[in-house]
Nanobody, 124 residues
Framework: QVHLVESGGGLVQAGGSLRLSCAASGRTVSSATMGWFRQAPGKEREFVAAIRRGDPRIYYADSVKGRFTISRDNAKNSVYLQMNSLKPEDTAVYYC?????????????????WGQGTQVTVSS
C-alpha cells in the first residue's frame, strides 16, 4: 500500500509562488510514475504534471507549462511541484498521485494511489 501526503498549499497573491510537496511511504517514488492533478470547485479534476518512473521525462498541461516544475527527490522519497507566476485560475485542491505503470498518463483514473489533497488559493 502506498501512502501519499501533500503539503505546502495556502493563500498567495497572483504572481506569487508556492511549492507543494508530496511525501510517499510504502513505495519509493523512483519506482512509480508520479503525477499532480488539481480540481477547482465545480470543475472536473485535471492533469497538471507527471514524471515517469525510472527516467526524468516530464509532462505538463499546457495551462501550466513554463510556470510549474515537477521534480523528484529519491533520497527524501518525495515529489514536488514548484508553482510560479500563479494566477487566480490556478486556485484548486492539488492532489499527488502514483501509478504503477512506467508510462505517464494524463488520466486520473489510470493512477493507483492518491493523497488527500492540499488547497491552493490565488487571490487577484
Amino acid at each position: 500500500q502506498v501512502h501519499l501526503v501533500e503539503s505546502g498549499g495556502g493563500l498567495v497573491q497572483a504572481g506569487g509562488s508556492l511549492r507543494l510537496s508530496c511525501a510517499a511511504s510504502g513505495r519509493t517514488v523512483s519506482s512509480a510514475t508520479m503525477g499532480w492533478f488539481r480540481q477547482a470547485p465545480g470543475k472536473e479534476r485535471e492533469f497538471v504534471a507527471a514524471i515517469r518512473r525510472g527516467d526524468p521525462r516530464i509532462y505538463y498541461a499546457d495551462s501550466v507549462k513554463g510556470r510549474f516544475t515537477i521534480s523528484r527527490d529519491n533520497a527524501k522519497n518525495s515529489v514536488y511541484l514548484q508553482m510560479n507566476s500563479l494566477k487566480p485560475e490556478d486556485t484548486a485542491v492539488y492532489y499527488c498521485a502514483a501509478r504503477n505503470s512506467p508510462f505517464s498518463s494524463i488520466r486520473g483514473d489510470e493512477y493507483d494511489y492518491w493523497g488527500q489533497g492540499t488547497q491552493v488559493t490565488v487571490s487577484s
